[in-house]
């Protein structure tokens, strides 16, 4: 079986889980700049660059993941949300954007592997990719509004080469998240179709769309309907929410996501929104209880956590969907579904 097919037989049995915040359980590790750096010679301040830590403190990715399958996960996701050429360039680290994806895949599969040969259960590992600090929909630039600081072929480009890397590391799925906006998620979906054709085989995608603002649109603009309907033709094998707010205000979207999209839904929020500090206060037990209800009202398919969750949110998550049915796929109409910045249904 395919690492896909697993996934789909296990997502038929249960609800599944995947893991929680990287960064925030960076940041807990209190690391120095000089952690950060290692060795590698680079010429700027590599503090908060998350990413290389794969090559200068393998540890510390590999103990985050080894601590989330502990608690109950399916799925690691590689700590690469920032590994690309373009986010890279901030730390003059995009010459080593193929080596830190690599690395990053291989330290998740290894423990993957380590956690499925005890107990015999799937483990899936997520290829991670963030969505840049570059947007093909909307200029940074206020007094002109035709301006882009990228364009589709470059993305293309820059996702090509971190998935590429992912799959190369031992990745078994992409995903791409925490997607504000959808001509970016667009240009990943080309870059994975042509890694397709490089490689001679299916490279399954998943999509994460977060939430800019509480009327339920991304940054460019699009509700979630809109963004099913303009991205359902890559097949996912999940399609979802993350980052955004807490679950409580995430609610009506993942209801309204359920009942349209027919692939898995995969959802993890916030745990809470931030404090004045910028930390995140929502207790484990608070937010799987959050999350529980969709898992009781058959919305969800795979459940986890994005900024300020823990191990232990993750832990308490596995409880709340502990014997709950998975979420059934609808079966659609076979109707023309189109979608500008609001979903648009044609009439047969």
């Not at 998350?50 to 990715?61: G, S």
């Not at 649109?217 to 955004?244: D, M, Q, Y």
């Amino acid at each position: 079986m395919t690492a896909c097919e697993k996934l789909l037989a296990e997502a038929a049995k249960r609800i599944l889980i995947t893991d929680g915040a990287f960064g925030t359980e960076i940041q807990n590790c209190k690391l120095t700049e000089a952690d950060y750096a290692g060795s590698l010679g680079l010429a700027k301040d590599q503090k908060g660059n998350n990413d290389i830590l794969a090559l200068t403190k393998p540890e510390v990715p590999e103990a985050i993941h080894r601590a989330y399958f502990a608690a109950g996960a399916d799925i690691a996701e590689t700590n690469t949300f920032s590994a690309n050429r373009i986010s890279q360039a901030d730390y003059a680290a995009e010459h080593l954007v193929r080596e830190i994806n690599v690395e990053s895949a291989k330290l998740a599969r290894k423990v993957a592997d380590e956690f499925e040969a005890k107990d015999g259960r799937p483990r899936f590992v997520a290829g991670a990719i963030g969505p840049t600090n570059k947007t093909l929909s909307l200029s940074p630039d206020v007094n002109d509004p035709g301006f882009r600081e990228i364009d589709w072929d470059t993305l293309v480009d820059v996702y090509l080469e971190q998935a590429r890397a992912l799959v190369e590391g031992g990745a078994d799925f992409i995903l791409v998240e925490t997607v504000f906006d959808t001509l970016n998620a667009k240009a990943a979906i080309m870059a994975v179709k042509q890694l397709e054709a490089e490689l001679g085989r299916e490279v399954p995608i998943m999509l994460s769309m977060t939430l800019t603002d509480l009327s339920g649109r991304n940054l460019s603009g699009h509700t979630v309907e809109a963004f099913w309907h303009a991205v359902r033709h890559a097949k996912p094998v999940t399609i979802g929410l993350n980052c955004s707010f807490g679950a409580s205000q995430l609610r009506p979207h993942v209801k309204a996501l359920s009942e349209i999209a027919d692939t898995l839904i995969m959802v993890y929020p916030n745990a809470g929104l931030p404090n004045e500090l910028g930390a995140y206060d929502e207790a484990p037990e608070t937010t799987a209880g959050l999350v529980g209800e969709w898992a009781r009202a058959g919305q969800v398919n795979v459940l986890g956590g994005c900024c300020g969750s823990t191990p232990e949110h993750i832990a308490a998550i596995v409880e709340a969907a502990k014997g709950l049915p998975p979420r059934a796929l609808p079966v659609l109409e076979p109707v023309t579904r189109l979608a500008g910045l609001e979903p648009f249904i044609m009439a047969a």
